[in-house]
């Protein structure tokens, strides 16, 4: 019996949808017929939707899995429709599929429909086959990439490109709209918004019974993803590959309706930034750096004095200052300060004058970015004119020390430009009460560790201790103060 395998494979989504698959058996079977080879239908292997042209053929599972099994079975034959179903770049094929089963199968067989005579790499008709094969590829890639980027260029028609849609989402009309589990995904950004770290959030989700995108229990990793993903604020991305080395990428604000707001994205970023700078948000220190000794202007360190007694966790945490040699129960200092600072907080949450000062305390460091922009810019501008001094009079050196002061500028003027968005995102959240509502009734709550540490750093300038005067708490100006717009907002002057 000569046996045969027949080979089909789909280049696109589209096809799936049209006969591509029905019009390629029905040739590859007529092909079989009449070279007298059986070709039972578990025999033809089907690649879904896989291009020949962006995936080499070692890429393309299917195609690797048809290998083996000919090996396997001692079948050394297979069909394919034509040369372009087999690669199109040309080379692939050969080296990834062709020779590695000629050194197994010496009489390797491999046919297209349109020939009758066996495919041979070193047969110039084959050679000049799969070089078309590629060269259409080329020109088809080019026109449709083209294409989409004059589109996008002139913001003709907002489309999601044809990918998995995002968890809480469905597709309606070839728009995202939010699903029965858009809820899951809100309250995953409220959770991080806490300082709650992305693997506690999974545990939460399991621990609720609470299914994962699919299907499974909640991982970090799975988290992780939805939290970067910026489709939940409403923007669409597209990133359109030219090649392996050039992508051309575009975003679409309020491309579809948000679950979330954006706010919660510069929220989470400054709160990785806080836990940077400060420690752990998880930790029982929960003033950890933020204690500073009046007499030596050190900050105090922390001690972990617990213990284990016949089976029973017994609890002892200091704070320490080992340049003036005392300690101090951690306990009694969170007793002591910890409702002090959200009464304050509790304050400033219903106090009238705080959206006010709030909002002139960002007027005031809009101003001084701006004024820092224009600056920038004005030194980048001068560097330049010196940069084509120096060219014309051939002094390399002197251009490469301006090169030097033109990148540390480029630098800060990004920082400062990137400041210019966080700050819109903070006025936008005194204005629609978005930051200032999440502390209303703030006594009341039963707040956890990784809450309240948050809440000390977002409003705690430091606390002053010693070991003979009373405790002092000195606030921040703003809470926005955390988000250090201050150090974007210093002069630039030179």
């Known amino acids: ?82 040369a372009s179903r087999m690669d199109r770049t040309g080379y692939t094929f ?25 495919f041979n790499p070193d047969n110039e008709y084959n050679k000049i086959a799969l070089l078309i094969a590629m060269q259409e590829s080329e020109i088809k890639s080019e026109r449709a990439t083209s294409g989409l980027i004059t589109v996008l260029e002139n913001n003709e028609k907002i489309i999601r490109p044809g990918s998995k849609i995002p968890f809480g989402y469905k597709h309606v009309k070839k728009k995202l709209v939010p699903d029965e589990n858009a809820e899951i ?27 994962a995108p699919l299907g499974g229990p909640w991982g970090t990793s799975t988290v992780e993803n939805i939290l970067k993903n910026p ?19 575009f975003e679409f604000r309020e491309a579809h309706e948000s679950l979330i707001d954006n706010f919660f994205v510069v929220l989470n970023e400054n709160n990785i930034k806080l836990q940077n700078k400060y420690g752990r948000l998880d930790t029982p220190f929960l003033f950890l750096n933020k204690l500073e000794c009046q007499h030596c ?49 509790d304050d400033l949450a219903v106090n ?35 940069g084509c001094i120096a060219k014309e009079h051939g002094d390399r050196e002197y251009e490469q020390v301006l090169e030097v002061f033109q990148t540390k500028l480029l630098k800060t003027l990004t920082e400062l430009v990137t400041s210019q968005g966080v700050l819109q995102e903070l006025f936008e959240a005194v204005h629609s009460d978005l930051f200032f509502s999440r502390f209303n009734s703030l006594l009341k709550s039963e707040l956890g560790t990784t809450e309240t540490r948050l ?40």
């Not at 989504?13 to 070279?35: D, G, L, M, P, T």
Request: net charge positive; hydrophobic share 35%.
């Open 352 to 386: 009238d004058k705080t959206k006010s000062s709030t909002i002139e305390y960002l007027n005031t460091i809009d101003h001084t970015i701006k004024e820092n922009i224009i600056n920038v810019e004005k030194q980048l501008d001068n560097l330049a004119s010196k």
């Open 297 to 345: 202007c050190r900050l105090l360190s922390t001690q972990n004095a617990s213990t284990t007694r016949n089976g029973k966790k017994y609890y002892y945490h200091y704070y320490v200052c080992k340049q003036c040699k005392y300690k101090l129960s951690a306990n009694k200092v969170h007793e002591l300060l910890i409702p002090k600072v959200f009464k304050h907080i």
């Open 455 to 494: 809440l000390l750093l977002y409003f705690v300038d430091k606390i002053l201790v010693s070991s003979e005067n009373p405790i002092k708490i000195m606030f921040k100006e703003s809470p926005f103060a955390s988000f250090h717009l201050t150090d974007a907002g210093q002069s630039t002057e030179t």
């Open 231 to 249: 489709v939940y604020t409403g923007k669409l991305l597209w990133h359109v590959h030219k090649n392996r080395k050039k992508t051309t990428s």
């Open 94 to 118: 050969v080296l990834d599929f062709y020779r590695p089963l000629m050194s197994k199968l010496p009489n390797l067989e491999i046919y297209t429909t349109n020939s009758d005579e066996p």
């Open 185 to 211: 995904v809100t309250f995953i950004f409220f959770l991080q918004s806490w300082g709650v770290s992305m693997h506690k959030i999974a545990t939460i989700l399991n621990d609720a019974s609470i299914s």
């Open 1 to 82: 019996m000569n046996l045969t395998f027949g080979y089909i494979r789909r280049s696109s989504y589209k096809q799936i949808e049209n006969n591509s698959v029905e019009i390629q058996k029905s040739q590859i079977k007529n092909f079989a017929h009449r070279k007298s080879l059986e070709l039972p239908d578990e025999f033809i292997v089907i690649e879904e939707a896989t291009s020949a042209y962006s995936k080499r053929a070692n890429q393309r599972k299917e195609l690797m899995r048809l290998r083996e099994m000919m090996i396997e079975m001692n079948v050394p034959r297979v069909i394919f429709y034509e």
